[in-house]
């Protein structure tokens, strides 16, 4: 199992620019998430997914959005990228509800100039 | 809404002490689930340890122990006989039924030879 992949490592955009971040697993995980880390602030959840065609809004959604057509796949999109969200991405998996342990990507690191 | 606290940015201890970090918690529900999580300076997020509410019993994992006190929200992880390779930023993490990963702002342990 390769586990979470995500997809560049490292990326720079110019303002107003527009891009998706990919993320996959290979672990037929039901749930899948993306979060941004931030110097001082942990981990804010922006969007998850509870299965195929199914998602929802987290903590901080605003700039992006996310679909979910199959099990596998849960790609980010920034439709006009800002200097606010330069930061650190990480797509996470977990199998089901609960106390079931959560899987995280090596992360993407984002630049908005 | 669900909030986690992390009330120590940074601390250092030498090789082979023992560290307690701290973490507080707050919500209406009864029944979540509590982690802590490690992330090295690769940006790897691993999960340490986690406990159910439900169980009275504190959750361990060879060095790591947690003193979960669930009338006052608390959640502490307590490292024995640290190593050079526990240097990390922790995270504590919260869950319940909406299944939104919370986490705090985290603690940067270094861990001094």
């Known amino acids: 199992n390769a586990g979470v992949t995500q997809t560049p490592k490292f990326q720079v955009l110019k303002t107003g620019q527009s891009m998706t971040l990919q993320c996959a697993q290979d672990?037929?995980?039901?749930?899948m998430s993306w979060y941004r880390q931030d110097p001082g602030m942990g981990l804010r959840l922006i969007h998850y997914?509870?299965?195929?065609?199914?998602?929802d809004q987290g903590e901080v959604p605003n700039g992006y959005n996310v679909s979910r057509s199959t099990t596998e796949d849960f790609p980010l999109r920034l439709l006009s990228a800002a200097p606010s969200q330069t930061s650190v991405y990480f797509c996470?998996?977990?199998?089901?509800?609960?106390?079931?342990?959560?899987?995280f990507g090596p992360g993407t690191r984002l630049l908005v100039l | 809404a669900q909030t986690v606290t992390q009330s120590q940015p940074e601390m250092s201890v030498q090789e082979a002490e023992t560290v307690t970090l701290s973490c507080t918690y707050d919500t209406s529900e009864n029944n979540y689930y509590l982690f802590w999580y490690k992330q090295p300076p690769s940006r790897q997020m691993i999960l340490v340890i986690r406990?159910?509410?439900?169980?009275?019993q504190n959750a361990t994992e060879n060095r790591f122990s947690v003193n979960f006190q669930k009338a006052a929200k608390s959640f502490s992880l307590k490292i024995s006989d640290s190593q050079l390779g526990d240097t990390a930023m922790y995270f504590c993490?919260?869950?319940?039924?909406?299944?939104?990963?919370?986490f705090g702002q985290g603690t940067r342990l270094t861990i001094n030879p």
């Open positions: 997914s509870v299965g195929a065609g199914i998602t």
């Open positions: 993490a919260f869950i319940e039924g909406a299944q939104k990963l919370v």
């Open positions: 996470a998996s977990r199998l089901g509800t609960g106390a079931q342990t959560q899987y």
């Open positions: 672990m037929n995980h039901e749930y």
């Open positions: 406990q159910e509410a439900y169980k009275q």
